[in-house]
């Protein structure tokens, strides 16, 4: 595809469920971050993939969170037990180099809702 | 810790009006800085980038500076018009650290009135 793209684009979910979002990158970008945007806070980092290995989790805000990539591809990010404070839109962006020049392209975003 | 922030919240202009957006962050040790624009249920679109090294980008009707020494970078958008209603996110990349994660502002949203 021209872009990355995300899935789905809109969750609704009851609190305690576990929600499953899905992430494609631009074919070739080795680098891919996960961010999240919620009201009053901003868009904060979460984690950020080179190839399949996650060198920087550190922004996963508790242990009810996960991502995973394979084939150096899609990603996909987990939440366990969904809580009503994790209500926001989660972004992917994908970039083809590490590079002090890197441009990172962003996803439409998967907007969640936790009743 | 890097802060990033953005001055006005909002803005509303009328159209044909040049507009300047404010970013200030805290630390200057970064690569890069980065303006976007996010449009209702999208996501963020690249305007401009400025290399530290650089004082200034321009696109178009965009204008971007960098004064990094005093942590400060502007936007100027010459000639408004209403397709420029949207908001409007700055974001610095860190020098160090394993990522060359975005830290972002809160963002500027900006209404052009016809």
């Known amino acids: 595809g021209a872009g990355v793209s995300q899935s789905p684009s809109n969750k609704v979910t009851e609190k305690g469920k576990d929600v499953e979002l899905r992430c494609d990158p631009i074919s070739g970008h080795t680098a891919l971050y996960w961010y999240r945007q919620s009201l009053g806070q901003g868009l904060e980092f979460l984690i950020y993939f080179q190839g399949n290995s996650a060198p920087d989790k550190s922004g996963l805000p508790s242990d009810r969170f996960s991502a995973e990539r394979t084939g150096g591809s899609v990603s996909t990010l987990t939440i366990q037990r969904t809580q009503q404070e994790d209500s926001a839109v989660y972004l992917c962006a994908s970039s083809w180099a590490s590079g002090i020049r890197e441009t990172q392209y962003f996803g439409p975003g998967t907007r969640l809702l936790v009743l | 810790k890097q802060e990033v922030t953005q001055i006005p919240a909002a803005l509303s202009v009328p159209e044909g009006e040049n507009l300047v957006l404010n970013c200030s962050f805290t630390?200057?040790?970064?690569?890069?800085l980065q303006w976007f624009r996010q449009d209702p249920g999208k996501g963020l679109t690249s305007l401009l980038l400025?290399?530290?090294?650089?004082r200034e980008q321009t696109s178009g009707r965009l204008n971007a500076s960098l004064d990094k020494s005093s942590g400060r970078s502007t936007l100027y958008i010459a000639a408004s018009q209403p397709g420029d209603s949207a908001t409007y996110l700055c974001a610095v990349r860190r020098k160090g650290g394993a990522t060359n994660k975005l830290i972002f502002g809160t963002g500027t949203l900006l209404a052009v009135q016809p």
């Open positions: 630390d200057s040790a970064i690569y890069n």
């Open positions: 400025i290399q530290s090294s650089q």
